[in-house]
């Protein structure tokens, strides 16, 4: 018979598939429970109330001003030192020692017109000047006969000439030729080079005085009695106290507003003494440093001296429908806070004219309210409380 035989299986493999399952168990129970733990986490933190944290707003306290508009006139101020218009500096053409003067040759003497300021020793030039005087005396002396005999008609004309003359004033002016013979003989004698040489020494004498082309002061001296002059030396500067000009620079985009001919308006910088000048001159080229344009000024009046720093107003057409706000108030130069309730507001500006402290503004309306005093920190939507007394 055949045998049957049964497969019995190992009784020692059969707890294994209880273990796996506890495992697998185990980890979803972790995982759960770690999910739980984050979800309830942001509930239990969002269910605590935080403590309200209060703001104070901040109110600054401002003193306002209500805008009215006029008519503004315009005023451009500008700053410059007076000069005398008439100066003349005084130079040496010649050479000799300076001689003591009626008057002392020092800063502030005056000398009335023509009269010597300075006198330089001309003697030895003088002597000179003599010597060649007596030289033309001579040639026309010993041209005398021959005029006598070839030229009878003209000789009484010579003679009376000789007659005047003196080595000691000015040689006298030669009298004039009546044909062409004659003026080819006195020619060809050197009468007329020796004549026109003297002439020349003449002029030369006269610049060894020096007078006043005007009622003038002194206000520089740089040679003393005494000293030994050189030509080409300057001697010194005299100025005209009459007449006076002030150089101020102004702004290119102020041009429409000066012209000359035009009166200005001279002050000490104390605005204590004023005086009215008169625009002579403008200067057409704008200095590319400053970007201004120089025009001359013409005064005079009493207590005027050169060297004075003074204040020129040149007045122009007025601006109407305007507002003067100071300067301090300007954001930027193109805008400025306005009060909008109780808050501030930053608008722009329509700026007609700068003044020194102030700006001409022409689009403000009647009645808006504009600060009085700038407010550090301000910013657009500020909040305020006005304080005006």
Partial sequence: MAQTHKLISNPTTMPEKPIIWRGIIGFILGVALVFLALKFKDRIVASKKQPAIKV???????????????????????????????????????QGIMKPGQKLFKPGQSYREGEWILEIDDSEFLSSLKA???????????????????????????????????????????????????????????????????????????????????????????????????????????ISPAVYEMAVSVD???????????????????????????VVRIDPVVNTVTQGITAYIEVRGKGLKAGMFLEAIFSGTPVVNSFELSRKLLIENKSTFVVRGDSLALIPLTISFFKESTAVVSNLKDGDIVLKNPVPGAYDGMLIEVINP
């Fill in 132 to 238: 060649e005087r007596s030289v033309i005396y001579n040639q026309i002396a010993q041209a005398m006969p021959d005029i006598r005999l070839d030229y009878p008609e003209h000789y009484e004309k010579w003679s009376a000439y000789l007659g005047r003359f003196d080595v000691n004033t000015d040689v006298p002016l030669l009298p004039s030729f009546d044909e062409d013979k004659e003026r080819f003989f006195i020619n060809s004698k050197g009468i007329v080079t020796s004549y026109y040489k003297i002439r020349n020494l003449e002029e030369r004498l006269k610049k060894f005085r020096i007078k006043a082309p005007f009622y003038c002061l002194l206000t520089e001296a740089m040679v003393f009695p005494g000293a030994l002059v050189r030509p080409g030396q300057k001697l010194g500067e005299i």
């Fill in 56 to 94: 104070e707003k901040q109110v600054k306290k401002v003193i306002t001003d209500t805008v009215r508009n006029s008519s503004i006139p315009v005023e451009i101020i500008e700053k410059g030192t007076l000069q005398a218009l008439r100066k003349v500096e005084l130079y040496s053409e010649v």
């Fill in 252 to 278: 290119a985009s102020y041009i429409n507003y000066i012209q000359t001919d035009q009166q200005v308006k001279l002050r000490d910088l104390e605005a204590q003494n004023t005086w009215t000048g008169r």
